[in-house]
Every structure is written in structure tokens, then in C-alpha cells.
């Protein structure tokens, strides 16, 4: 029964996946995040947001996952779109990422991800695309490294453990 309830989702996700493969663009990927941001939990701010974030395996797209903002009474335990969509892909099997959308409801500016979110892009690489989109749909194309320049990463950390000889942990 396992089994079977297992290779059933699979197929379903296949499919879905098919679809998206299908009609992959910049485009499809920022009107993902808008039906994100249609979900956003934000009564504090009142500023919604939608992220979709497209994993990839090589030259095959496998998963798309968007969230939205979800705010808290106790405003500092808040998540961002971005951080939970690829919570979300993480949670499921995927760490390697084509492409995500980022969107809100501003009509004369791209909405670009806070410090926080380009660190947590940055760990699945610097080259991720990452689409900054006006609420009519058009977007700028930059990269994470354009984001965040001379960042902090994993193969820093590697390096770290070949150097400290002396560590306790
Ligand atoms: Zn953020």
C-alpha cells in the first residue's frame, strides 16, 4: 500500500512536471509567483508576496514550488516567500535550483529579495536566476552573485575545515 500511494504521487508530480517543461519561461515562472502572492498571509504589512522557485537536475526541470509571505503577531517569527518556497522544494528532495520569481503588488519598482533571502539563495548557488517582477508581470533577470557579491558559502566553510587544525568540534 505504501508503495502504491508513493509511486501515485510520483506520477502525479511527473505530470505536473510535464506541464511545466512544456511551457518553462520567465514568464510562466513570475505568474506562478503571483498566484503565490494571492495566498500571502500579511495582515501586519498589508504587503504581499510570491515566490516560485524551479528546481532543476541537470537539463531537467523536476519541481516547481511557490510560497508566500506569512507574517506573525509576534512580528519577528515572520517568513519570507522566497525562504519558504525553497524550504519547501528542500523539504521535498531538491538543492539544486534553475530559477525563481519573486513578485508583490509594487507597480513602479522590481521587488527585490531582503539580505536574508539572497544568503539563503546564495547556498544553492550563485549563479540561480533570480527574477525581481512588477505586479504587471515584467521582470529583471539578475543572478545571486549580482545580489550578493563576495558572499559567504558552503565550499568557505569546507575550507574552514581543512585549515583549523585545533578545533573541538
Ligand atoms: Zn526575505
Same mark, same amino acid.
Given at each position: 500500500?505504501?508503495?502504491?500511494?508513493?509511486?501515485?504521487?510520483?506520477?502525479?508530480?511527473?505530470?505536473?512536471?510535464?506541464?511545466?517543461?512544456?511551457?518553462?519561461?520567465?514568464?510562466?515562472?513570475?505568474?506562478?509567483?503571483?498566484?503565490?502572492?494571492?495566498?500571502?498571509?500579511?495582515?501586519?504589512?498589508?504587503?504581499?508576496?510570491?515566490?516560485?522557485?524551479l528546481a532543476s537536475n541537470g537539463?531537467?526541470?523536476?519541481?516547481? +514550488?511557490?510560497?508566500?509571505?506569512? $507574517?506573525?503577531?509576534? @512580528?519577528?517569527? #515572520?517568513?519570507?516567500?522566497? !525562504? /519558504?518556497a525553497i524550504s519547501k522544494a528542500?523539504?521535498?528532495?531538491?538543492?539544486?535550483?534553475?530559477?525563481?520569481?519573486?513578485?508583490?503588488?509594487?507597480?513602479?519598482?522590481?521587488?527585490?529579495?531582503?539580505?536574508?533571502?539572497?544568503?539563503?539563495?546564495?547556498?544553492?548557488?550563485?549563479?540561480?536566476?533570480?527574477?525581481?517582477?512588477?505586479?504587471?508581470?515584467?521582470? +529583471?533577470?539578475?543572478?545571486?552573485? $549580482?545580489?550578493?557579491? @563576495?558572499?559567504? #558559502?558552503?565550499?568557505?566553510? !569546507? /575550507?574552514?575545515?581543512?585549515?583549523?587544525?585545533?578545533?573541538?568540534?
Amino acid at each position: 500500500t505504501h508503495t502504491h500511494t508513493h509511486t501515485h504521487t510520483h506520477t502525479h508530480t511527473l505530470t505536473c512536471d510535464l506541464n511545466i517543461m512544456n511551457s518553462w519561461s520567465p514568464e510562466a515562472l513570475v505568474r506562478k509567483s503571483q498566484e503565490a502572492r494571492n495566498q500571502a498571509y500579511c495582515p501586519y504589512s498589508k504587503f504581499r508576496v510570491g515566490a516560485a522557485v524551479l528546481a532543476s537536475n541537470g537539463t531537467v526541470f523536476d519541481a516547481l +514550488k511557490k510560497c508566500c509571505n506569512v $507574517e506573525n503577531a509576534c @512580528y519577528t517569527a #515572520g517568513l519570507c516567500a522566497e !525562504r /519558504t518556497a525553497i524550504s519547501k522544494a528542500v523539504s521535498e528532495g531538491h538543492t539544486s535550483f534553475k530559477a525563481i520569481a519573486i513578485t508583490s503588488d509594487l507597480e513602479d519598482r522590481f521587488t527585490s529579495p531582503c539580505g536574508a533571502c539572497r544568503q539563503f539563495m546564495r547556498e544553492f548557488g550563485s549563479q540561480l536566476d533570480v527574477h525581481l517582477s512588477k505586479s504587471d508581470g515584467s521582470y +529583471k533577470l539578475m543572478t545571486v552573485e $549580482e545580489l550578493l557579491p @563576495y558572499s559567504f #558559502g558552503p565550499e568557505d566553510l !569546507r /575550507t574552514g575545515e581543512n585549515t583549523v587544525g585545533n578545533s573541538k568540534l
